[in-house]
């Protein structure tokens, strides 16, 4: 199971649209796939997904139902929790309290392959929770300079409470493959000289009208259009989400079977000085 916090530094980045078409794109590999809308105060994971929702966390954290129970299957092929909206119990929430929801969606989250955290814009106490569960960390940004200086921001905060966390950035509204390459190449630039991490590029997306066709529709794009240029560009988000852990998984269970066979190796060679 990967649980992955998808964040931006500042808002109107077109982070929840990615996120649920990310999770929508996963989903169509086959992967059980979990969104769960941590923007505490003003969650529209459903919105963007264009689906009523019963049961929201706003219903969970009032009447001190399971998490489950908010569980609701999309079109797309994956779950979503949905915050819901006009909560006040939801946005006044804090910090005991929010830490043991993230610990009912970790307990959740092993039923899961994949789960994906759409979190508040920007940093602090509302955000910190769930950067603190996760494996990985997809910062949404654009070209812009304010919003790149607040992704910085937002990276510097994210190690700071969670040291081993994998970070990845997608540049998003970009002209060009190569702008975004450009974009990442500098951010990955500064916070290598200071910070001292490695920063990953997990891709740039496209700018293109019918992003905001389907968000308007209350579509997700991946799905509403997926031969169009930023569906395409967000494979490679959804790739690099998909292959976080594959190569400690790997040499963990390499590690197990050596382990197995020393065991089984050693038997059989005192099984052999016995009969000897």
């Known amino acids: 199971m990967k649980t992955v916090a998808i964040c931006s530094g500042k808002g109107g980045v077109g982070k929840t649209a990615l996120a649920c078409s990310i999770a929508a794109i996963i989903a169509g590999d086959q992967k059980r796939v979990l969104l769960f809308d941590g923007n505490l105060g003003l969650p529209n994971c459903d919105v963007y997904c264009g689906i009523e929702v019963g049961c929201t966390l706003g219903h969970i954290v009032r009447d001190g139902r399971e998490l489950r129970d908010a569980v609701v299957p999309t079109k797309a092929g994956f779950d979503l929790i949905s915050g819901g909206s006009g909560w006040k119990e939801l946005a006044q929430l804090e910090g005991a309290e929010i830490d043991a929801l993230v610990g009912d969606l970790m307990v959740l989250a092993d039923t899961y392959d994949h789960v994906l955290i759409d979190c508040a814009p920007g940093v602090g106490n509302r955000v910190f929770p769930f950067l603190r569960a996760s494996q990985g960390l997809m910062v949404v940004t654009t070209s812009e300079a304010a919003s790149l200086m607040d992704g910085y921001a937002l990276l510097k905060n994210a190690w700071d409470v969670n040291p081993s966390l994998t970070a990845g950035l997608v540049v998003n509204h970009v ?7 450009g974009v990442a190449s500098e951010v990955q630039g500064i916070v290598g000289q200071f910070l001292s991490q490695e920063l990953e590029y997990w891709g740039s997306i496209r700018h293109d009208s019918l992003v905001a066709r389907a968000c308007a529709e209350r579509r ?15 494979v490679d988000a959804a790739n690099a989400i998909m292959g976080l852990g594959v190569e400690a998984e790997a040499t963990e269970e390499i590690s197990m079977l050596g382990r197995i066979k020393s065991v089984f190796g050693k ?5 052999e000085d016995k009969a000897a």
């Open 175 to 181: 002209g060009s493959p190569a702008q975004g390459r």
């Open 220 to 234: 997700i794009f991946a799905s509403a259009f997926p031969t169009a240029g930023p569906s395409q560009d967000l």
């Open 267 to 271: 038997k059989t060679e005192d099984s």
